[in-house]
């Protein structure tokens, strides 16, 4: 069910890369509010900044990577705000991995492969105080296993990293992920390094266990489809900024922003043959080097003089949907 309580709001967001070759703006100056309960999606292209903001949302982001401006304010119950952007190491350590999980693309790199999986679930739940043995951890691992349809689950706990396949890793790490009931999990490109067969099995134990628990899910993918049967409300992120944002199902009727459109036609559609697949034409601008105005104006067919120019306003559609386009600026044009 998605309330109208916040779990996490972010304001003016800011996160950017210091290089030798020049300051990346992987992020530049995004908001957004997801609520309790609610499944989120951001999604675009691979270099758009989705994840670079999933990282800091939990405080990941990796150097020379560094939250330059704005808020994250995290709400772990209703009308307790936390800035995570001012928490120090030993505060966030209370507060990632116990109230914000995160998966992320690669089970591998996610595990340790000195120890079973089943130990390093024990461990996360002793770590955070879930369980007071490791006895008692293997149990909970074995019981978390079985709810994430690990196969032959008992016998997997004690198994290493490198013995499981990857949809085993993957659900390893949404139990280890979940065994310290998080509020928030935010789950990067989640089945991305898996087989299609597997995809559609994880997304299931993700879509299961978030309901079951009242999970808030913070889903990053740059796959349309999965969008549709997962998100209750999406962001579609393009060179480090918001450009759209809507319900799901608003957003797949009536998608406003240029781009939205073009990711849309984009996905191919099993019931007619074609020719050759959509594409968006270009790619993602250099972010080392955006392009003034609007950044899209390079690969957008509707670009007017001005888009080259100045930077197109934030227009409101209806009070759920908002984009950043000149299109919308006097008043809609579809
Ligand atoms: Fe296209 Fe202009 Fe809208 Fe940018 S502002 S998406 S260039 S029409």
């Known amino acids: 069910m998605t309330g109208r309580d916040p ?24 908001s957004f509010t997801v609520y309790r309960g609610e499944t989120f999606c951001l999604v675009g292209e691979t270099g758009c900044g989705k994840s670079v903001t999933a990282k800091a949302l939990a405080r990941i982001v990796p150097p020379p990577g560094k939250i330059v401006k704005g808020e994250i304010i995290f709400y772990p119950e209703p009308g307790k705000p936390i800035d995570v952007t001012k928490l120090g190491e030993k505060e966030l350590e209370r507060i990632r991995g116990r109230l914000i999980a995160y998966v992320f693309q690669d089970p591998s790199a996610a595990l340790d492969p000195l120890y079973t999986v089943g130990y390093q679930l024990a461990e996360t739940v002793k770590h955070h105080g879930i369980v007071k043995s490791f006895k008692e951890g293997f149990q909970l691992a074995a019981k978390l296993f079985r709810k994430v349809l690990m196969p032959d689950a008992d016998e997997r706990v004690k198994a290493y990293p490198h013995e499981l396949s990857g949809g085993m890793k993957q659900r390893s ?54 969008v549709a049967e997962m998100c209750d409300r999406v962001a579609v992120m393009y060179a480090g900024k918001i450009v759209e944002e809507a319900p799901v199902d608003e957003l797949f009727k009536q998608p406003l922003h240029p781009y939205t459109k073009m990711l849309l036609q984009a996905v191919p559609d099993p019931s007619r043959r074609v020719e050759r697949l959509e594409s968006i034409p270009g790619s993602v601008p250099n972010p080392l080097n955006l392009p003034p105005g609007c950044r899209f104006h390079p690969r957008c067919p509707h670009a007017l003089k001005r888009c080259r120019e100045e930077e197109p306003p934030e227009v409101y559609v209806s009070p759920s949907h908002r984009v950043v386009c000149w299109l919308y600026a006097g008043g809609r044009r579809g």
């Not at 779990?7 to 995004?30: C, E, K, P, W």
């Not at 898996?194 to 993700?206: F, G, N, S, W």
């Open 7 to 30: 779990i996490i709001v972010v304001r003016d967001l800011h996160v950017y890369f210091y290089t030798h070759a020049g300051i990346v703006r992987a992020v530049d100056g995004i």
């Open 173 to 226: 790490v949404i139990a280890i992920s979940l065994s310290t009931e998080p509020k928030l999990l935010i789950a990067d490109e989640p089945t991305t390094a898996l087989d299609v067969t597997v995809q559609a099995q994880v997304m299931d134990v993700l879509k299961r266990l978030k309901e079951e628990k009242n999970l808030t899910l913070i889903l990053i993918t740059h796959n349309m489809g999965l």
